[in-house]
């Protein structure tokens, strides 16, 4: 793209420039790419987190993860077992920005997680509009046919249901001496297809950085 620039010279004549404005592609090439990160950034999931009150968080050091059963018997393997990884990953990189240490043995805190996946119906809506048409009328002055335009006019909106995947993440804290949950985040996320690693670490920011006030 060429902007022309007009300039006079000291005989009063003027000059046209052809002036490529590349300074101006960059800055809209950096004005597209904050727009779309303020739109991820806007778009993510509340997330909630609960504490104990009466827990000093200051107090801990240490944590170990532990596995989650649906029950004593349950010798069934976890059909999220594939996200741990990921998981673990994510809320180690968080506790170690509170100063806490994985340990093996003797820990302070006992950590896990749970993903559930569940389907669900969302109710959407579109706005309905009515078709424009046209309409016929005789002139007799001019001895011709004309027509008037009717645009469409806004009639509501059509409501309709469509089913949606969701994950729901849930952190949990609980100390080790006393099994007391002290600490608990979750968070739920739209899927478009399964359970991705970026949808696991999504989730584990969101929980902690809602915990605010929340972390030691």
């Not at 997330?47 to 349950?74: C, P, Q």
């Not at 005789?138 to 806004?154: E, H």
């Not at 949990?172 to 478009?192: C, F, H, P, V, Y």
Request: glycine share 4%; aromatic share 12%; net charge neutral.
């Amino acid at each position: 793209m060429m902007v022309n620039q007009l300039k006079k010279n000291h005989h009063g004549l003027r000059i046209v420039f052809n002036v490529k404005p590349i300074f101006m592609k960059k800055i809209s090439v950096v004005g597209s790419l904050v727009c779309v990160a303020a739109i991820i950034y806007s778009c993510s999931s509340p997330a909630y987190v609960e504490k104990d009150s009466s827990a000093n968080l200051s107090n801990y050091k240490t944590y170990m993860w532990v596995d989650i059963k649906a029950s004593e018997n349950d010798a069934s393997s976890r059909a999220t077992a594939f996200a741990d990884v990921s998981v673990h990953n994510s809320v180690n990189a968080e506790l170690n920005k509170w100063g806490w240490q994985e340990v093996s043995d003797n820990p302070d805190v006992l950590v896990s997680y749970d993903v559930l996946v569940e389907r669900n119906v969302e109710t959407q809506s579109d706005p309905v509009y009515s078709q424009p048409y046209n309409r016929f009328y005789y002139n007799p002055y001019t001895r011709r046919w004309s027509t008037i335009y009717y645009p469409s006019q806004f009639l509501g909106y059509q409501q309709y249901q469509v089913p949606v995947r969701e994950a729901t993440v849930t952190i949990s804290m609980m100390d080790a001496d006393t099994d007391k949950r002290i600490w608990q985040g979750w968070t739920t996320e739209r899927l478009n297809g399964g359970l991705s690693d970026l949808n696991v670490k999504k989730s584990v920011r969101n929980i902690f950085k809602e915990s605010g006030n929340a972390a030691p």
